[in-house]
């Protein structure tokens, strides 16, 4: 084999030659740099040689060959420039028919160059993989040998590599013998296994550094950047599918050096790409993968799309309906995946209806939408859909999931505040921008400022700091609390920068305020942080530190806000993420399709923060309205979006689902009628009320007169009882205590002299007395829970604590994390929908639902509800010969339809969406 | 084309290799048998026991004994069939083209000599020639010889190992494969005792000042105790060995029974005069970091980095009591630590330890067992805090050596300091500052009453504890003079 390279390499130079002579006037060959200085016996740089194609760049640096004047000066090994002694030379690179001259000089070859712990023993323990949290690198390290994680902390490292455990680990008399050494050799037993070898230029460096005595210096100086080249992202296109990488550290001392053989290469998916010790990147298969580079706690990350010849692909130029047709379509041509066909109007009318309002449509919209001929009628569903109440509510929902909105944190109607707040912005369809500075800046009382609820809810800095960031930013910066992150750049500092941003904001008795003072103080050198955003830290107390900071974080320039809320919306129609999770953007963790990714936020901050703009231009796209039913060359596509993604709808559709199909939930514009009839019967009941009013506080002032006044002690007592009642949440409050804290509140008021009250005073007896009606309670309550769509699951403020829908995965609002969720199918959930009480109940219903719709017309309505479809006439008479089965059967006909409606419940094509 | 040209070339290379191992085979007819201990152990040790062995068992494969060593893996495959080496898994798994299969896995091969001793040995029969197949293959390897110490040290080798002489006129050192003597007031070397284990972790004078008890070895691999004839000075005779380095020894009072502790959790006591094992125990889940004898010769105990310090009948090696005074969680003393030095007393049956905590505790080991109980009164327990007497130390690091004298505890510290403390009233009597470096080892001499550490940099500091004078620094290091006053 290597007998054939070297023949294959002899011919390749011989024709190189030949062009040459040909042609003496070629483009110099692209080799970066162009000039090499090097200063020490051990440095050396990598060269990187890229030719062009018009498919774009690609990778010569192990097929140039090279040639070095003077031997003496340097060498070259896998195009790396390696010094051999003091002088200049030249090195000429050679490839395809092209050269480039690259002038060396070495300086200070005979002078000692001792190993850097900071700089390079640090960081070959990282890339060794030493110093991961797994192994070494924690408190609790394996062994009872613990290193800092990815040495972002180099005493840790000094103290346990020469002075604990006896000075065991390092053995600077005899280098090799250091169990340090030998253990990852694996020369004596090692439970991490062969982590080592002598071959490594990691072996290299930490022997030396031993041999010049395990020295420690810890200079004041820090790593303040890493370069790599190639700078940009790469597409290996077969058969070239290699890519060199060499990779520069900056220093603040103003020094710069080639760390390519000491940096950390990880892959997003070793499937895609590889990548070895020396920075060579092979394409695997076809795909997309980001290669991380770490040196100490700086990352960098390179995205490489790896192309493969499909057999039998030709593209086919499907249709386009606007700009993210243009860039997925670019991007399944480029990885030579073919989308699917457009989905059938029945099809696209139950995904869109589920994923802007959370639930299907009445058999009446379906009819309607179906026999509708005009061809742009998609385009107007959508934009009705997007007007509606109950895509208001549903999306209100989701947020309200992350903002962790329970009436258990937000008491006494804060919870109903808050989400009825959010609600309106999406109803009013408010600036994405603007929505999150009035939550980010809010301040006042919770009752009266719903958006002040998002700090009540999240009580702590540090939680404040993560679920920020977490939500609006996508980005997980919980690890940095601790230590530097390991997969980004967010530092320890960035942290509690962020933290300082959220240091001053106290909370009184439901009351969100400023508090004038509080710092966020970095733990390790207890540095008082500057507010992220501010640039100055000398803020006057009484500022708001949020201000600075939403003001970057909406900045136009933001590079996380508005890419994160449009993956968001894509997420939420597509069923994945561009960049997925959707809250863990990161560079190691590339969007599937940058440039779809960047369009849809610059639409976005374009159209001044629409979402509905960016919800309409997704749902008008060929993209979203492809059929999930594959093709050949697109059944592997699991990230592209080549086709729908076939899911399991939520908890809340589900349960909103079964009850349309079985007609238990009418559509939600029925209620509007009823909150009417409802609104007369309170009016007419409090002017019955009202007349009465008189005589009964007449009655109470008489009461209160004649009984003897309370003691200081007993007023105190009376207080103390009427707080600790009202600090129950209202839904958690037994009735026997709600009466208790009525009566109490009215002794209260009642024990002010009458002309003492106050307006308020007044209005709150008057409450009282109205409430002290079990009829008038009872209808107010009624109103509430219709106006509140407490009866939909995917409408209501808060989710209804239930079984069913926690089976299904409901979120308890307890992180802000989306992952919250779960998507994974369960045992139990086909237990539920088999034979548990939510479906059995809804199924029954559905019996007297039906009652006036004759067998034919139930199972066209079933259908229509449950699928959006009319049934096949294959369906129809299946179904009808089962409700109308002659044969002796112990089932009645309202068992039978039961059944139907049971049938159609469980059937994949209801349960999931498509 | 390329395939067959490669299959080609390697089957020749295979046939030039079978005919030279032939030859070679012909070559030496005399030879004798392949020694399992001598040949065959060391290269499983070193190339198999890693991920073969009683940590780690990849393909349900052991091989750190004889016996396991003969035992198939999970795969059921013959491992070793005595005679039959090219049927034997073993040897077709070291000689193996194929890199997945190939051993050790994804390390180098087995040199061709190392491969053709594994035949041989296999084809002679697969023997075993030492005295328990059931023992750690590591146990099997005897005592090591050392090579002679670098002439001239070119670095600094911290000093883990440090004993006056009796009279306190002389130091010895530990350093690299030796121990040094050096003058205490001069710093000149006096004897250098070589061929020793490569580190030295305790240096313990017998009574009678003729010979010299020394512990160490090779971190993670090797464990010695052994005596060095100080008339001759060389090593007189190897008492011990231990799988992982021996960290500390002690004579008991009359100096007829030794006690050692080693880096594999093993405590063992022997008798001085006969250097027999009188007993061996394991209860120690970490290092042993430290041994003492009780003065009356009633207990010995062991300081661990396990936090506990064990008390043991001197006699039999029974556990009397564990004490737990280092990993109080409850009470006003709190803190986890390990436990780096423990030191009965001379004069009274008290011990002293002390660690990564921040005070030396002094406890009885009776009135320790009393308090230990039962698991019963576990909360109780550590909620009072007992009889234990606390000497906070003011270090900010670790404790790493004490010794206990003339009504006096000397504690070092890797602060670089020493701390003199009076018993009766834990009074601090004379703080020392050493230098900046950890100090890992003291002794003091009652005759001259000097106090002595050694430092990580090899730096040796002596004060006289009566006055607190400095009488002599030095660095220790054969070849680098250095001394300074």
Known sequence: ?914 | MTENFAVRVRSAMMVVTIVTLWCATLASPARSEVSFVREIAPILLKRCVGCHGDKANLGGYRAHTFQYLMKNGASGAAIIKPAKPEESELYQRIISKVESLRMPKSDDALSAVQVSLVRRWIAEGAKFDGKDPAASLKSLMGPREHPLAPTVYRVATPIMALAFAPGGEEVAIGGYNEVTLWNCRTGALRRRFQRLPQRIQAIAYSKDGKSMLVAGGVPGEYGELSRIDLSTGNRAGVLDTFPDIALSAAFNTEGDRIVAGAADGSVRVYDARTGETRWASRVHSDWVTSVSFSADGQFVASASRDMTVKVYEAATGALYTTYNGHSRQIGKYQGQAPVYAVQFASDSPLAYSAGGGKWVQIWDPTQAKAESGDAGDMEERFAKEGKTRYIPTGFTRETFALTVRDGQVFAASADGVVKQFDVASLAEIRSYKAGSEWLYSIDYDPVSKRVAVGSYDGVVYIWNSVTGAPLATFRAEPGRSTVSK
């Open chain 1, 1 to 914: 084999m290597r007998f054939c390279h070297f023949i294959w390499g002899i011919v390749t130079l011989t024709l190189c030659q030949g062009m040459l002579e040909a042609a003496p006037v070629a483009k110099p060959l692209n080799v970066s740099p162009r000039e090499i200085k090097l200063d020490s016996q051990r440095s050396y740089r990598q060269l990187v040689v890229t030719g062009e194609s018009p498919q774009g760049p690609y990778d010569l640096t192990r097929n140039a060959t090279y040639r070095v004047d003077n031997p003496k000066v340097a060498t070259v090994k896998d195009g790396r420039i390696i010094p051999t002694g003091d002088g200049a030379t030249i090195v000429e690179v050679s490839a395809e028919g092209k050269t480039a001259k690259i002038p060396v000089t070495v300086a200070n070859f005979k002078k000692p160059d001792p190993v850097r712990f900071k700089f390079e023993t640090l960081a070959t323990l990282t890339k060794q993989g030493c110093a991961t949290g797994s192994c070494h690198g924690s408190p609790h390290g394996k062994g009872g040998f613990s290193l800092s994680l990815f040495g972002y902390d180099p005493n840790i490292d000094r103290i346990s590599l020469t002075r604990d455990g006896f000075n065991r680990r390092v053995n600077v008399m005899d280098p090799a013998e250091s169990l340090m050494l030998k253990k990852p050799l694996l020369e004596i037993p090692h439970v991490g296994g062969k982590r080592l070898r002598k071959t490594d230029a990691s072996y290299k460096i930490l022997k030396q550094w031993i041999y010049d005595g395990a020295s420690v210096d810890l200079p004041k100086v820090e790593c303040t950047k890493i370069v790599l080249t190639p700078g940009e992202n790469r597409v290996l296109q077969e058969p070239r599918i290699k890519q060199q990488l060499s990779v520069l550290a900056y220093y603040s001392d103003g020094s710069v050096r080639d760390i390519t053989a000491i940096a950390t290469y990880d892959t997003s998916s070793a499937n895609v790409v590889a990548v070895d010790m020396d920075g060579l990147v092979t394409g695997r298969s076809r795909g997309q993968a980001a290669i991380s580079v770490r040196y100490l706690d700086k990352l960098q990350s390179l995205h490489f799309t790896v192309v493969e010849n499909v057999p039998g692909f030709v593209w086919k130029s499907p249709a386009e309906n606007n700009a993210v047709d243009t860039l997925v379509n670019a991007k399944l041509k480029q990885l030579q995946y073919l989308p699917s066909e457009t989905c059938r109007d029945e099809e696209f009318l139950r995904r869109v209806s589920l994923d802007l309002t959370g639930m299907l449509p009445s058999p009446e919209n379906t009819r309607q939408f179906l026999q509708d001929r005009s061809p742009n009628k998609r385009a107007r569903l959508v934009d009705y859909l997007l007007e509606t109440e109950e895509y208001a509510r549903f999306q209100a929902m989701k947020l309200g999931d992350l903002m962790r909105i329970t009436p258990g944190r937000l008491r006494d109607g804060r919870a109903e505040g808050f989400a009825n707040w959010i609600v309106d912005s999406f109803r009013k369809n408010r600036p994405y921008d603007a929505f999150v500075r009035d939550i980010l800046t809010a301040t006042g009382d919770t009752t009266e400022t719903p958006a002040a609820n998002y700090f009540l809810a999240i009580p702590s800095m540090e939680e404040r700091t993560e679920m920020t960031s977490q939500i609006f930013m996508g980005t997980r910066v919980e690890c940095a609390k601790c230590h530097n992150h390991p997969f980004e750049n967010w530092t320890q500092r960035d942290y509690y920068s962020i933290a300082a941003v959220f240091a001053r904001i106290g909370e009184n008795r439901g009351e969100i305020k400023l508090a004038g003072q509080g710092e966020s103080l970095l733990p390790t050198t207890k540095e008082v942080m500057a507010p992220w955003g501010a640039k100055d830290i000398r803020q006057p107390v009484t500022a708001d530190r949020r201000i600075g900071f939403s003001q970057w974080l909406t900045n136009p320039a933001n590079p996380y806000f508005a890419r994160v809320a449009v993956n968001r919306m894509w997420a939420a129609l597509m069923g994945r993420g561009i960049v997925e999770p959707v809250d863990d953007f990161r560079s190691s963790n590339p969007p599937s399709n940058d440039p779809l990714l960047n369009m849809l936020a610059n639409e976005f901050v374009k159209s001044g923060y629409d979402r509905k703009r960016i919800l309409r231009l997704i749902c008008n796209s060929q993209t979203y309205q492809r059929s999930s039913k594959t093709n050949r060359f697109n059944q592997t596509d699991d990230s592209l979006f080549s086709h729908a993604r076939v899911r399991l709808l939520t908890a809340e559709q589900i349960q909103d689902a079964i009850g349309v199909a079985t007609r238990v939930l009418g559509p939600p514009s029925t209620l509007n009628p009823e909150l009417e009839r409802i609104q007369k019967e309170i009016d007419a009941r409090i002017a019955s009320r009202d007349a009465n009013y008189a005589g009964w506080l007449a009655e109470k002032e008489k009461a209160i007169s004649s009984a003897k006044p309370k003691s200081q002690e007993e007023r105190t007592k009376l207080t103390e009882r009427i707080t600790e009642l009202s600090n129950i949440p209202t839904v958690q409050r037994s009735p026997k205590d709600a009466a208790e804290l009525h009566d109490l509140l009215e002794q209260e008021v009642l024990s002010i002299p009458a002309g003492k009250r106050t307006e308020r005073h007044r209005k709150t007896l008057y409450n009282l007395y109205l409430n002290g009606d079990a009829d008038y309670v009872s209808l107010v309550k009624k109103q509430d829970g219709l106006a509140n769509r407490m009866q939909y699951a995917t409408q209501r403020p808060y989710p209804e604590e239930s079984r069913f829908t926690s089976t299904f995965g409901q979120p308890a609002r307890q992180t802000a994390c989306t992952c919250e969720r779960q998507n994974a199918p369960t045992l139990l959930q086909a237990l539920e929908l088999l034979n548990g009480g939510t479906v059995s109940k809804m199924t029954q219903d559905a019996v007297s639902r039906y009652a006036t719709f004759d067998d034919k017309r139930m199972v066209e309505e079933l259908y229509l509800s449950g699928f959006c479809r009319f049934p096949t006439s294959q369906e129809s008479s299946a179904a009808l010969s089962y409700l109308q089965s002659a044969e002796a059967s112990v089932k009645g006909s309202s068992e039978r339809r039961i059944d139907l409606a049971w049938s159609i419940i469980n059937s994949p094509e209801f349960l999931f969406q498509h």
